[in-house]
């Protein structure tokens, strides 16, 4: 906010940051019960997620707090507010130290309750910024008792029961009321104020008020903070133990934003992804799940100068409200220093946020994280899918998301709980646990796919069934059952099909051979189909075999993957995206039995472009074509070296063999050594002249070429000479000048020396 701009040192404002920074833009996210696929029991649906929350911060204003304590409590408060996109939400932020004597009070309410929409988001920073620390004579201890029965009451009274009620307690020191006259005489109000308390949690427990504390610096108590966690409502968003209340406790205010979102997500059955922290401009990466149904990326900005472009895992920037390739987005807080962008239906992969800031406004990191809820989704088999009395058979509960994606990332699944029952006619129920940790019929450990035993009872004498339910929190929970008969004897019909597996890309074809015996003398037609495909992403062919009489034969199975834009996420190169299914085969001639129920596992890659199929042949014709390039250059330039005119001894040579001078040619120009002849008639000696009548240049074979202007070229020896005038001429080198006996000029060369006349 631009209050933090003018309240003190850089100091401070970072505090401030840190205090509620990665809470902004936290929404209280839907979460839809995943549909039966076909062939199951139908599922037994989860209660949605709420669209809504009431909480209520309590902000420590005791003047135990140091100078940057209080902004940062007053900023996490605030962008709570500015970051939360549920518009049916309401939040309720006040002050609370004690009240020493009548004229005092130990609340200040600062936001009476207020519904975040868009106009709720804009008044709460200005009503949270009346909160401020006590002054010595305004009461100066930190009576919990009072903030709970203030929060209790700001949260229970003339609220929906069935909304979630949520208290946290922001507080730096433990609890002190030895200086508040009304709890009693001063020897016992110690006691007072833990009889209080009590008092004050239960009520809590009483009206649903869930108590989230969390304390910061060296002074508060771990014992009292998780008394007054363990005190409130214990019911969470989930029946797991990361949902249930818990106190916090950190070093200081500068890591009271990272907890607080953590609560936040905790006590909201989200989950939160953290991302990098860079000074602006930069491009921060963070990663949705491809569980999420609903996000909410958090960008803490540090200064409202600060502007932020969202690019999705396809490579495209997205819009800030609006719909948008199947996603739906909005952004809160956008002008402040901290902006949340919801997104119903989120591309998963990894986004890029790019923030850009103007000179003077870079100094503060940006940081990004997100915080999320899904849906996840099992597929269940038994093998055999018909045992008999007696016989063990095994359970696989396989995780999907709703789209039928397999899910690659552990940690997309932690803290869940799998529960499961075996059931049927003629026996009670029996105990049966799923594990993924690759021991017994598990066949790996943390590859999303759950597996155990069980001996059906030799009492059993019809249907079956085994029910698993997938609880997580942050993920809508999913019960899935599979239903099958005891077997009486030997079916007239077997198959064999191992697990299908294979990878390829849109449009291929991946192959499976399913071997069958029929043992009647009648034909049995079998039906096959995929339960759990997701839609147009994988098929099946043949749907239906006839198998003959006494027949058996090995057929081959066919599974198609669909094309790319039945994708509703991008597919990479290097990452595949694995497609889950069960394959079904049923005999329909013997009352639909389930021959098999087999999972399936395609995974599938993009196919690769024009660049990347052909890569390395272009890489190596590029090679090929540098290689040559260099040494048609090297082969030119040693050819050009060869012609160089520079050194050569030039001879000028009266008509009766006098040497008259002798002259050192230089650089040629264009490799000519351009030269004339000076005072011709008097004192004869060759000059350099740019654009002299006569050039020499070295000829490859030896020797030189003369060249006059307008005329022939003429091949100079070692030992021969050329004419130059009637009565001059020119030779080479100094042993025809010591032999005394100067050469004949050649006649102008052809052939192989053409090049160089």
């Known amino acids: 906010m631009r209050t933090d701009r003018r309240r003190g040192p850089t100091g401070n404002r970072r505090a401030g940051r840190a205090g509620a920074a990665l809470l902004a833009g936290a929404a209280v996210l839907m979460s839809l019960t995943a549909p039966a696929p076909p062939g199951t029991e139908p599922v037994a649906a989860a209660a949605p997620a709420p669209t809504s929350v009431n909480y209520a911060v309590a902000v420590d204003q005791s003047t135990s707090l140091e100078a940057g304590d209080i902004e940062a409590e007053k900023a996490a408060a605030t962008r709570i507010a500015v970051g939360n996109v549920s518009a049916s939400s309401h939040i309720t932020v006040f002050g609370f130290a004690a009240a020493d004597n009548d004229t005092q009070r130990a609340v200040d309410p600062a936001c009476p309750r207020t519904r975040l929409d868009a106009a709720g988001r804009e008044s709460v920073g200005a009503c949270v910024d009346k909160l401020r620390r006590r002054e010595k004579n305004e009461g100066t201890g930190t009576d919990f008792p ?51 308390l009590k008092l004050a949690l239960e009520s809590a427990a009483a009206k649903n008020v869930q108590i989230w504390p969390l304390g910061f610096g060296p002074r508060p108590d771990q014992e009292q903070l998780d008394r007054m966690a363990a005190g409130g409502y214990q019911k969470g ?14 070093s200081g205010a500068k890591d009271v934003g990272t907890a607080l979102e953590r609560i936040f997500a905790a006590a909201h ?31 803490d900005k540090g200064d409202p100068e600060v502007t932020v472009t969202y690019i999705d895992p396809r490579g495209e920037k997205v819009p800030t409200t609006g719909k948008f390739n199947g996603s739906v987005f909005e952004l809160a807080g956008g002008g402040s220093t901290v902006e949340a962008l919801k997104i119903i239906d989120p591309v998963p992969g990894v986004w890029k946020v790019d923030v850009k800031a103007p000179e003077g406004h870079r100094s503060l990191p940006v940081a990004v994280s997100v915080l999320w809820q899904g849906e996840l989704r099992g597929s269940i088999t038994m093998a055999p899918p018909a045992p008999k009395a007696g016989e063990r058979t095994t359970v696989t509960m396989r995780l999907l998301t709703r789209n039928g994606y397999e899910i690659k990332d552990p940690a997309d699944y932690a803290g869940l ?44 004498n019809g249907a079956l069934n085994v029910r698993a339910t ?34 390829g890309q849109p449009g291929d074809t991946v192959t499976a051979h399913l071997k069958v015996t029929n043992t009647t003398d009648a034909p049995h037609t079998l039906r096959l189909a995929l339960a759990d495909a997701p839609d147009g992403l994988l098929s099946l062919s043949p749907a239906e075999i006839v198998v003959k009489p006494g027949a058996s034969a090995t057929h081959e199975l066919k599974v198609s993957i669909g094309q790319a834009s039945a994708f509703d996420r991008p597919l990479h190169r290097d990452d595949p995206t694995g497609v889950g ?26 196919a690769c472009t024009f660049l990347e199929c052909y890569r390395w042949v272009l890489v190596g014709a590029g090679v090929l074509l540098v290689i040559g390039v260099l040494l048609a250059l090297a082969w030119l330039r040693q050819r050009g070296g060869r012609r160089e005119p520079q050194g050569l001894m030039l001879h000028l040579i009266a008509e009766d063999g006098t040497v008259l001078g002798v002259h050192k040619a230089g650089h040629g120009q264009k490799q000519w050594y351009a030269f004339d002849i000076a005072e011709a008639h008097s004192n004869p000696r060759i000059e350099r ?51 005394g006996s100067p050469g004949i000029p050649d006649p102008v060369s052809t052939g192989a020396h053409d090049d160089y006349l």
């Open 417 to 460: 709980k799998v529960a499961s029952t075996f059931t049927g006619d003629g026996f009670a129920p029996v105990p049966l646990r799923l594990t993924d940790d690759g021991k017994g019929a598990d066949s790996a450990s943390s590859d999303g796919s759950f597996s155990g035993t069980v001996t059906v009872p030799k009492s059993a």
């Open 146 to 196: 009072a903030a709970i029965v203030q929060g209790v009451h700001e949260l229970a009274s003339g609220t929906d029961p069935s909304v979630p009620r949520v208290l946290f307690l922001l507080t730096d020191g433990i609890m002190d009321v030895t200086d508040s006259d009304n709890y009693g005489d001063e020897p016992h109000r110690e006691n007072e104020g833990k009889r209080r």
């Open 237 to 250: 968003c989930v029946d797991l133990p990361s949902a249930r209340p818990t106190a916090h406790k950190v």
């Open 470 to 503: 997938l609880t997580a929190s942050g993920l809508s929970a999913d019960t899935r059952g599979e239903g099958g008969h005891v077997s009486a004897g030997p079916s007239p019909v077997t198959t064999g099909l191992g697990a299908v597996r294979g990878s």
């Open 269 to 299: 059955c989200q989950r939160r992804d953290p991302g990098p922290s860079k000074r602006p401009p930069a491009v921060l990466p963070i990663t949705i799940s491809p569980l999420a149904t609903v996000g909410s990326i958090v960008v």
């Open 689 to 739: 002249r740019t654009h002299g009548l006569y050039a020499v240049q070295r000829s490859p074979e030896g020797g030189a070429v003369l060249r006059r202007r307008g005329g022939a070229r003429t091949r100079l020896t070692a030992t021969g000479r050329a004419d130059l005038t009637d009565q001059l001429s020119l030779a080479l080198g100094e042993d025809s000048v010591r032999s």
């Open 581 to 606: 299914a069960t394959l079904t085969v049923q005999d329909t001639t013997d009352g639909d039995r389930v021959l098999e129920r087999t999972p399936v596992s395609v995974q599938v890659t993009r």
